[in-house]
């Protein structure tokens, strides 16, 4: 058997469980007799161009172990989007150090990559067997049931959401808080994962699956206002309007963009901010607060799904079956089985490559304000075992005295 070289990338924002991936590639590929060497590209495909490598067959397994469990990029990342000639660059140094197999952990972006650098080999005749290795947040890659990294990530937004409404009940108000998604708003939906009792938050959902109405926006906090005495909300951040025009791009002036020339909204709290003002402006409601999520939902340290943390290795583990064992290159996928099991595909680059899913229909409610019974079912087994769950006392009123009803 020809002996081989591995190299192993990550890509795109980090997750809580994407180190899983990694050590799934790592381990699984030391067991085949043929792998010469694993390396690692650090900070991504930027790396790659720079011939920045590590050495991880030199790694020892009980490092390799602990490093899994940490969230974060351990190999960091990057966000840039490699075009044509940037691949080529990418191929050349895959051809100087002979490396057989490359495994790229990212998105859409990511899996876009992957699907260059094999064409560009396969046109050169180069043997070089390319997958792309699922991961992202925002649960938008397409032919997958989820996507690790989501299941820790909505767990996160769910518990977080279940302690602002706490806090809501105590001291009543209007609270907003904007959570990541430009395109699809699973992470937004998962929200609805902290509710307990049928008057808890967040009381309004907004995804960027439904155009985004402020005139409906004000009626809607201030029917639930007048209802309830309170009200809280989720909002995506890529929320847009008739047009398509981010509303964040409408409320605010200067907003900063990122490396593929899109608003930055993640790192900025002004959508919520400007929500807030409208709110207040608007409706005339004293105490109205703002959050932004932001990059602590990704990687947070204390909050991830013990599903996710496995599948998550897996898909690095299989991966690495399906490059020893196939004649094709591809992007592994997550299939749901059973009411909850998973079995894992190999999808061609070009049914995943540059392709964004987004919430289907069903799981969003006729108001497009909330989510359905069937997004709940969905959800709830990623988010793991031992949900911290919420109680209340019991209203068991004492006669007033003085003030007789």
């Given amino acids: 058997m020809t002996s081989t070289k591995i190299l192993v990338a990550q890509g795109g924002g980090p997750t809580a469980v994407i180190n899983q991936s990694l ?15 694993v390396y690692g590209a650090r900070h991504g495909v930027r790396g790659i161009v720079n011939e920045d490598f590590v050495h991880l067959t030199q790694e020892t397994s009980h490092n390799l172990e602990l490093v899994a469990s940490t969230p974060g990029s351990a190999l960091g ?15 050349k140094v895959l051809q100087a150090h002979q490396i057989g197999h490359f495994f790229y952990i990212g998105g859409n972006d990511s899996s876009d990559t992957v699907r260059i650098v094999s064409a560009e080999a396969h046109k050169a005749g180069y043997p070089l ?29 769910a518990q977080a959401f279940a302690g602002a409404n706490l806090d809501n009940a ?26 307990k009792f049928s008057d808890d938050g967040p009381h309004l ?18 029917a639930t206002y007048q209802r309830l005495g309170r009200c809280v909300v989720a909002v995506s951040e890529g929320i847009h309007d008739a047009s398509g025009n981010l509303i964040a791009s409408s409320l605010a002036k200067n907003l900063e963009h990122d490396a593929h020339g899109n608003v930055q909204l993640s790192g900025s709290g002004a959508l919520a901010d400007l929500l807030c003002e409208e709110i207040k402006g608007q409706l005339g409601i004293k105490r109205v607060r703002g959050d932004t999520l ?32 196939g004649q094709r290159d591809g992007s592994v996928a997550i299939k749901r089985t059973g009411f909850y099991s998973v079995d894992y595909e190999l999808l061609s680059l070009e049914a995943v490559a540059g392709k964004t899913r987004v919430m289907e229909d069903e799981f969003i409610s006729a108001s497009g304000t909330d989510v359905t019974d069937a997004f709940r079912l969905y959800l709830r087994p990623l988010l793991g075992s031992g949900m911290p769950d ?10 007033k005295v003085l003030r007789p009803a």
């Fill in 23 to 37: 050590v799934g590639v790592t381990l699984e590929a030391r067991r085949f007799r043929n792998v010469e060497h």
């Fill in 77 to 91: 990342s990057t966000r840039d989007k490699p075009d044509a000639k940037y691949c080529q660059e990418i191929f």
């Fill in 129 to 157: 067997r390319c997958v792309h290795i699922p991961k992202t947040i925002d649960n938008d890659l397409v032919g997958n049931d989820h996507t690790p990294g989501f299941p820790s990530a909505a767990r996160f937004v």
């Fill in 170 to 195: 105590a001291l009543p108000g209007v609270y907003v808080a904007v959570v990541m998604g430009r395109h699809a708003g699973f992470l937004t939906a998962a929200s609805a994962l902290g509710r």
């Fill in 205 to 222: 959902i907004y995804l960027p699956e439904r155009t985004f109405v402020m005139a409906d926006f004000l009626a809607d906090v201030k």
């Fill in 294 to 325: 932001g990059y602590v939902q990704r990687s947070f340290i204390g909050c991830v799904s013990d599903v996710d943390q496995r599948e998550a290795r897996e898909v690095g583990e299989k991966a690495v079956q399906f490059a020893m064992s």
């Fill in 390 to 399: 919420a109680f209340r006392l019991r209203s068991n009123p004492v006669a």
